[in-house]
T-cell receptor, first 108, second 111 residues
Framework: GIQVEQSPPDLILQEGANSTLRCNFS?????LQWFHQNPWGQLINLFY???GTKQNGRLSATTVATERYSLLYISSSQTTDSGVYFC??????????FGTGTRLQVFP | NAGVTQTPKFQVLKTGQSMTLQCAQD?????MYWYRQDPGMGLRLIYY???????DKGEVPNGYNVSRLNKREFSLRLESAAPSQTSVYFC??????????FGPGTRLLVL
């Protein structure tokens, strides 16, 4: 089955710093989503982005489908950005396969 | 709109007991999903339903059954709980297989 690898596994930042999270996948996909799981366990969808670039405030994402990777950019990080960021993909259906996540800690 | 709701929030079972996890969405979505999340891991799909009356297995369906009761509700049943089913269970819904919206989760401990 398709493999999803996220890097780095852990990231520690000071408030105000920028960061880039990466998601590599092993096969072509028609569905790619980024999620944020906050410290209380709630999962929030950030982007549905099977290809191209999207921006939402301080967050933006780019997926290069032909090269099988996606990047999530966080600018001017805040403590509320802390949590785990998951990339999830689906080859030809809506059965998402999740990566193991990047744990982000932002300190004041 | 409440979005996706799940009950119960917490549950403790003894090995061999049965229970049903309930999920409901009020966004008129066609697709609904059940996932489990184990410590330090991503989510794994248990079952999903692309529309009312249809269900399909995900990555880890063994030990579970599901029912798509109507368009709003999708339940997950553990017939004979095992300690390996200790996990956090999330329900999600989506429209046209795109953005998935998650419920708050159910923490299940099987002793």
């Amino acid at each position: 089955g398709i493999q999803v690898e996220q890097s780095p596994p852990d990231l520690i930042l000071q408030e105000g710093a920028n960061s880039t999270l990466r998601c590599n996948f092993s096969d072509s996909v028609n569905n790619l989503q980024w999620f944020h799981q906050n410290p209380w366990g709630q999962l929030i969808n950030l982007f549905y982005i099977p290809s191209g670039t999207k921006q939402n405030g301080r967050l933006s994402a780019t997926t290069v489908a032909t090269e099988r990777y996606s990047l999530l950019y966080i600018s001017s990080s805040q403590t509320t950005d802390s949590g785990v960021y998951f990339c999830a993909v689906a080859p030809h259906t809506d059965k998402l396969i999740f990566g193991t996540g990047t744990r982000l800690q932002v300190f004041p | 709109n409440a979005g996706v709701t799940q009950t119960p929030k917490f549950q403790v079972l003894k090995t061999g007991q049965s229970m049903t996890l309930q999920c409901a969405q009020d966004m008129n979505h066609n697709s609904m999903y059940w996932y489990r999340q184990d410590p330090g891991m991503g989510l794994r799909l248990i079952y999903y339903s692309a529309s009312e009356g249809t269900t399909d297995k995900g990555e880890v369906p063994n030990g579970y059954n599901v029912s798509r009761l109507n368009k709003r509700e999708f339940s997950l049943r553990l017939e004979s709980a095992a300690p390996s089913q200790t996990s956090v269970y999330f329900c999600a819904s989506a429209d046209r297989a795109e953005t998935q919206y998650f419920g708050p989760g159910t923490r299940l401990l099987v002793l």
